[in-house]
């Protein structure tokens, strides 16, 4: 299994263990979630568990209220990124700050596939990068008004943010591959 996880904050934050496609080039993944009610307290199980073979039939919730939320904002204990507006979003994608960070983990994931790679192998791949977050910039900032901006439970404003859309073409999450490392475990 691989886990994406944030290179800011250290949370994991998706798995394989949910469908996805790569898209724009590789920058973005697509990855397929759906609604359902979660209570706080039940124990988290990925996509492909199998409960009665975990010892039990019980899903540990109870009389307890269950909310309506995306099965991967309760698996990965995401929280709503509520300060994040479309003018936010956008100065989110052009501070000088987050773009030098950002400059760090391309060159990061460059020479984790690449350990040879030269100064320009990796201003390259950040050229080419950048470019794909411009075109999944435009994508959001079409659907704005199906937008639904995530972050982890630590919060942290440096953290990697994951924007949920609803419409047509059913619910998806998508997350920028480059603000995170990927494990196999």
Known sequence: MKVYIDRATGEDHISDAFEYEEIHEGAVLKVKCKWGKYSDNEEVQLAGANPSAEDGDDDGAGDET?????DIVHHFKAKECTYMDKKGFKA???DPDNMGRWKEYVKE?????????SDEDVAAAFKAWKMQLNAFAKFILQNWG???????????????KCFYIGDDAG?????????YRCEKC
Do not use: C
């Open 146 to 160: 199906n937008v639904i901006v995530y972050q982890d439970s630590k919060e942290d404003l440096d953290g990697a």
């Open 66 to 70: 269950k909310e309506r939320r995306l």
């Open 92 to 94: 989110w994608l052009t």
């Open 109 to 117: 994931n460059t020479l984790e596939d690449k350990p040879n790679a």
């Open 171 to 179: 619910d998806h999450m998508y997350y920028v591959v480059g603000f």
